[in-house]
């Protein structure tokens, strides 16, 4: 995504704007991160439930909030700013603790520690309305992990006897053929992987996030990690350590939302730092056979 090009409006930007709607509260669970979407129009509420069904829940005590509002225009960035090819403009800004966050088709805020904020819908369709709800699901997901101690990462997941494993890697690393092609384990993901840090340590987490994959069921839960790699295509299976110097910087690059900023917020390289202490990031080379679980092995 193209960071930070096209600044959000201020936060006094959405105290004038009017609801979306009147449809009732829909809450959708995000890997144990609740949140609840408030005053959808009802065509809007009926196409976010069924894009999450699997993940619905009853209204949670402690839910993130989220107003909808009419943005009163048609969009925030106009298509034609844009072109054809190029990263979606997501640009991100804070206003003392609050972020704020922009898109084609929406511009938001989000309170982390108040569980709160605001999301303004445009009223074009160049960005479907569901896409624009789900993208600033995606940023609230990822400053919560955060929050938490965790990170949301731009990974495929998998989960193998229990056991959550994660595969990180840039477009085109193979992220979707690994998780396409595994002949062992349910895909939970083979685009974004949330990572959270609870009591006895760090679990993967299901979410709705699961990218392209279509196979399997929705996976919900959460899993302790049994592996954390870095993959790259190869002919031959096989693990690699990973330089120690190098892995909190792997793992850094692969968290959006939160990349490019750590001058707003030190605790993000502690967290990776923790995380690779007690998961060492290894290279996985792999083929594309789906047996690469045969090198996992060798780990365990």
């Not at 009802?42 to 509002?69: C, K, M, Y």
């Not at 605790?267 to 083929?287: E, G, M, Q, V």
Request: charged share 20%; with cysteine.
């Amino acid at each position: 995504m193209e960071l930070n090009r096209f600044f959000p409006p201020p936060r006094s930007f959405f105290v004038d704007l009017v609801e979306r709607g009147n449809a009732a509260p829909l809450t959708v669970d995000i890997g144990g991160l609740a949140f609840q979407l408030n005053n959808a129009d009802e065509a809007l509420r009926a196409s976010l439930a069924e894009r999450n069904a699997s993940f619905l829940d009853s209204n949670v005590a402690g839910s993130f909030q989220v107003r909808l509002l009419d943005a009163g225009k048609g969009h925030f960035v106009a298509p034609s700013q844009v072109s054809p090819g190029n990263p979606h403009p997501l640009s991100m800004t804070w206003e003392e603790k609050v972020l704020l966050v922009q898109s084609f088709g929406f511009a938001g805020w989000i309170d982390v520690a108040a569980r709160r904020g605001e999301l303004a819908l445009g009223r074009d369709e160049f960005e479907k309305a569901n896409w624009c709800v789900e993208n600033y699901l995606r940023v609230c997901t990822a400053w919560r992990a955060v929050e938490e101690g965790g990170v949301l990462l731009h990974a495929a997941s998998l989960v193998q006897d229990g056991r959550g494993y994660v595969f990180l890697g840039a477009s085109g690393s193979g992220k979707s053929t690994l998780a396409a092609t595994s002949q062992l384990g349910e895909v939970i993901s083979d685009d974004l992987t949330l990572v959270r840090r609870l009591k006895d340590g760090f679990h993967l987490a299901g979410t709705p996030f699961r990218g392209t994959y279509a196979g399997g069921r929705p996976i919900r839960g959460d899993f302790p990690i049994g592996g954390l790699f870095r993959i790259f295509k190869a002919k031959v299976n096989r693990l690699e350590p990973c330089p120690r110097n190098h892995a909190v910087a792997d793992l850094l690059a692969a968290a959006p939302f939160v990349v490019d900023q750590l001058g707003h917020d030190s605790r993000i390289l502690t967290h990776l730092r923790k995380l690779d202490s007690a998961h060492p990031l290894s290279y996985l080379h792999f083929n594309l056979q789906g047996d690469f679980w045969e090198a996992l092995d060798l780990q365990r």
